[in-house]
Structures are given as structure tokens and as C-alpha cells.
């Protein structure tokens, strides 16, 4: 089954405000990856990190690698009515597959 | 565009049927793989590839079957649809892993209700 624990389930935000997400695991991956699911699309993906420690930013969107290797956390600023959609990290460890585990996804509403 | 194409967009089953959901890409990916997508669950992985003539079972192979005989195609079977079935199928492709490319491309997913 899953391993990953994304957080929260679900966010209702007024537009402009920052919002937070995070992922855990009980165990180590070696890339994370956050993707963005708009209505009735397939997930697109935002950020990729591969190095523990590392923050990157998108845009409004900044996401950070972990030191443990164990979690990664995906912060938007100054939030938009076009944030809206399903947000999941993906964690991939090297060697095998590199088949990601995604997590269950948190739900965003901005709300103009 | 260059991407993950899939079809249908939409279908609807009887119990016992069986169809195949469609799947290709034209970014010459080794990778390919198929998701389902079901309220609060997330994304679950059904099969997947890595090369042509090459499939494994993910997470709920349970009542599908898959076959890569091209690097394009990446079919998925329902072999007799039951409604625990109804879901949104997303198919999936990457290109050999490299340092900094790890993230996969996903068509815009198969919305299929099983009566």
C-alpha cells in the first residue's frame, strides 16, 4: 500500500494567503515530486527535488527536499483562484523501477 | 503537442463487459505506466512498463492486463468490468531515468462508470 502521508486532506483559503502542504514517510526516498491536478485534467508536474535540503522555487511555489530524506513540503504564496486544483507528492528512491509512491493528495479552494 | 494521449475520455460498462483503455505517447518514453484515481485514495498504480515486452503488476493489478509490444502503446485490459472498476484511469510515461528527470507525463485520464 501507500506509504506516503500528505497533509492536510483538504484546504479552504481566501485568496491571498499562503498555503502549506507536506509529505511524510516512514521511509527514505531519494527524488520527490510535487504535481498539480487542475478539474478533469491529469497531473502536471511543478517541482522536482533531488537533493536532500534543497528548496526550489516556481512561482508562488517554493518546495523543499527533507534533511531526513523522509519528508518534503510545498508552501504557495500569496494564493489565486487558478490555485485551485489536487496537489500530491510523489517520493522515488533509486535503482529498480523508479516507479514514485504518491500520496493521497490535499484538496485546495481558494476563495476569492 | 507531444504528450500522453488517451482514449477514451469517457466510457460506461456493463457488469461482465470487457474494453481496453487506450494509451500513447510520442516522446519515444521507455517508462509507461497506469494509474487509478478514486476519491480520497490518491493515485494507485495498476501496471506498469519499463520497455517494450516488459510489464509488472503495481499496487491493484486485480482484473486488468496490459501488454507493451511498442515503445508508443501501452493498452490497458479490463477483462470482465465490475463496479468496484469505476474509476479515472490515468496513463503515465517517462523517459530512461537520468540525473534530474524523474517526473513523469500523464494524459488527461479515462473516466469509465462500470453499471
Known amino acids: 500500500g501507500q506509504q506516503l502521508n500528505q497533509s492536510p486532506q483538504s484546504m479552504f483559503i481566501q485568496e491571498g494567503e499562503d498555503v502549506s502542504m507536506n509529505c511524510t514517510s516512514s521511509?527514505?526516498?531519494?527524488?520527490w515530486l510535487w504535481y498539480k491536478q487542475d478539474p478533469g485534467e491529469g497531473p502536471v508536474l511543478l517541482i522536482a527535488?533531488?537533493?536532500?535540503?534543497e528548496l526550489t522555487s516556481n512561482g508562488r511555489l517554493t518546495a523543499q527536499f527533507g534533511i531526513t530524506r523522509k519528508d518534503s513540503f510545498l508552501n504557495i504564496s500569496a494564493s489565486i483562484p487558478s490555485d485551485v486544483g489536487i496537489y500530491f507528492c510523489a517520493g522515488l528512491r533509486s535503482g529498480g523501477s523508479y516507479i514514485p509512491t504518491f500520496g493521497r493528495g490535499t484538496s485546495l479552494i481558494v476563495h476569492p | 503537442n507531444a504528450g500522453v494521449t488517451q482514449t477514451p475520455k469517457f466510457q460506461v460498462l456493463k457488469t461482465g463487459q470487457s474494453m481496453t483503455l487506450q494509451c500513447a505517447q510520442d516522446?519515444?518514453?521507455?517508462?509507461m505506466s497506469w494509474y487509478r484515481q478514486d476519491p480520497g485514495m490518491g493515485l494507485r498504480l495498476i501496471h506498469y512498463s519499463v520497455g517494450a515486452g516488459i510489464t509488472d503488476q503495481g499496487e491493484v493489478p486485480n482484473g486488468y492486463n496490459v501488454s507493451r509490444s511498442t515503445t508508443e502503446d501501452f493498452p490497458l485490459r479490463l477483462l470482465s468490468a465490475a463496479p468496484s472498476q469505476t474509476s479515472v484511469y490515468f496513463c503515465?510515461?517517462?523517459?530512461?531515468?537520468?540525473?534530474?528527470?524523474?517526473?513523469?507525463?500523464f494524459g488527461s485520464g479515462t473516466r469509465l462508470t462500470v453499471v
Open positions: 516522446m519515444n518514453h521507455e517508462y
Open positions: 503515465a510515461s517517462r523517459g530512461s531515468p537520468s540525473l534530474y528527470n524523474y517526473g513523469y507525463t
Open positions: 527535488l533531488y537533493k536532500a535540503g
Open positions: 521511509s527514505i526516498f531519494n527524488t
